[in-house]
């Protein structure tokens, strides 16, 4: 590894700052929502940082924008890293902005030592990651990575009946590049955990290995209004005792299901409730995420075949209906070995972590060698105004995506598929 070849920490945490004041709110967040004017001035922002550093820059169909960098060989796949600049209405500063601004530190600093690599680098800024004013999220990423079609994604409408498409155009980032994917040597995300496991365990970076499978489903329990006061306990069929037990059958299985499993039911309601009214329908939410496929398939036959126990002596209906399935995603093992071999010669602490939110690595995953590298987060939270990070955390993330991203440059050859 390249000792002699730092990061600039200062510059690095500046332009973070500097990042965060588009779309700053009074609480310490950023609101930055994707195609807003906000979302253009930190794209202008972005590219013309980009462009002092003699990149050339390319922006395809979809918004997304790549800043390059020419190696010795440029007939090779570039080495790509980079995340998204749009925020939720309630985000923080480091959501996104961290994973294309520590790629933009890694190539000032290469030009800042004349280091040129063997393979090109190019850095990414994904369009509508976050997906709440255009659903669904990560539409940049999968329209490049052929898992959501073009026209499908520019006629998305957010809540006032505009197109992602009309947005595009008007605020001028509907680049001519066709959005498809092309050959990419590997790529590298960074990003903020979002979670307290780094916290917790006091870990400096966290090599991420995969993203988890996850099923949702919704509930529909059925029994019978009746009054209060006259109906006896054992004819009852209260729908709400029904999905009490549901609830607490769900909050089982995650704990069954350790290490990995995770168990929610986010949403509950009962219709027309009412004090003196035993409750006659309820709906509830779902959510099972595991790292192991088989594993949630047994968390799956687990919820089943109990729910037909509670129907029974409960005496209601319960309708099940799964309503969305993915499948878990395993990372490209030379780039986690890449990010582990360099953490280590590093002397940083890391741990292996499954990602337990959706990003727009796990898209490129499917067309190119990829891997993520996480920063701790404070108190693991995301989403929020208040989200932080240690500026510390901020620039061990950096150091490692800089050497990992030479590393694989210099030995784009060397990334076995798998
Ligand atoms: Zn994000």
């Not at 955990?193 to 400096?204: D, R, S, Y």
């Not at 499978?213 to 509930?219: P, R, T, V």
Request: hydrophobic letters at 40%.
């Amino acid at each position: 590894m390249l000792t002699n070849i730092k990061i600039n920490e200062e510059r690095l945490w500046d332009s973070l700052n500097e990042m965060a004041l588009i779309g700053a709110t009074d609480k310490g967040g950023v609101n930055r929502q994707a195609l807003t004017d906000l979302d253009k001035q930190s794209r202008d922002l972005f590219i013309s940082w980009c462009k002092k550093e003699n990149l050339s820059i390319s922006i395809d169909q979809m918004g997304n924008i790549f800043a390059r960098r020419e190696g010795k060989n440029n007939a090779l796949a570039p080495i790509m890293s980079g995340s998204h600049l749009d925020t939720q209405p309630t985000g923080g500063k480091y959501d996104g902005a961290l994973g294309v601004l520590c790629a933009l530190e890694a190539i000032r600093t290469l030009n800042e030592f004349n280091y040129i690599t063997e393979a090109p680098i190019e850095i990414v800024m994904w369009t509508n990651e976050e997906g709440c004013r255009f659903p669904p999220a990560m539409t940049g990423s999968a329209v490049f990575s052929g898992l959501h079609d073009l026209n499908d994604a520019l006629l998305i409408k957010d809540q006032s009946g505009t197109t992602l498409g009309s947005e595009l155009a008007r605020i001028n980032y509907n680049g001519s590049t066709i959005c498809s994917h092309r050959p990419i040597g590997g790529f590298i995300e960074v990003h903020i955990e979002q979670g307290p496991i780094l916290e917790i365990e006091n870990k400096n970076i966290g090599i991420v290995t995969g993203a988890q499978a996850q099923k949702w489903y919704e509930i529909n329990i059925t029994g019978m209004e009746a009054h209060a006061g006259p109906t006896p306990m054992t004819i009852r069929k209260d729908a709400l005792v029904a999905s009490a037990e549901i609830v607490l059958l769900v909050n089982s299985i995650g704990n069954n299901f350790q290490p990995g499993g995770c168990a929610t039911c986010g949403v509950l309601e009962i219709a027309n409730p009412s004090r003196n009214v035993i409750p006659g329908n309820c709906f509830l939410t779902i959510d099972f995420r595991h790292p192991i496929d088989k594993s949630l398939q047994k968390m799956d036959k687990e919820l089943r075949k109990n729910i037909k126990l509670i129907e029974k002596d409960k005496k209601v209906e319960i309708e099940i209906k799964q309503i969305l399935e993915l499948k878990s995603n395993s990372f490209n093992k030379s780039i986690i070995n890449t990010i582990k071999d360099v953490s280590n010669n590093l002397n940083y602490t890391s741990k292996e972590i499954i990602s337990g939110a959706g990003h727009d690595a796990v898209n490129i995953n499917s067309i190119a060698p990829t891997a993520m590298i996480f920063v701790p987060c404070i108190d693991g939270i995301s989403h929020n105004e208040i989200e932080n990070i240690y500026k510390e955390d901020a620039i061990r993330g950096t150091e490692v995506l800089l050497h990992s991203i030479i590393e694989l440059a210099n030995n784009s050859s060397k990334i076995i598929n798998n």
